[in-house]
């Protein structure tokens, strides 16, 4: 199984930057669908990044 370097830097970057987004998602004057947004850009660019794999890559 191949891991995309793509992968490997969204997951540094959410690493690196996992207690300012806490604060942001946890403030109270927060919209209760911001949760969601992130996580539906994380399915849409693991999606998109897969679609580029070759079927044996997959």
């Given at each position: 199984?191949?891991i ?5 830097l ?8 996992t207690?300012?987004?806490e604060?942001w ?6 919209a209760?669908?911001?949760p ?10 693991v ?5 580029d794999?070759?079927?044996d890559?997959r």
């Open positions: 199984m191949l995309h370097s793509s992968l490997i969204l997951f540094t970057v959410f690493f690196l930057f207690p300012s987004l604060q998602l946890l403030n109270d004057s927060v209760w669908y911001r969601h947004l992130i996580w539906l850009a994380v399915v849409v660019f999606y998109i990044s897969q679609q794999a070759a079927p890559e």
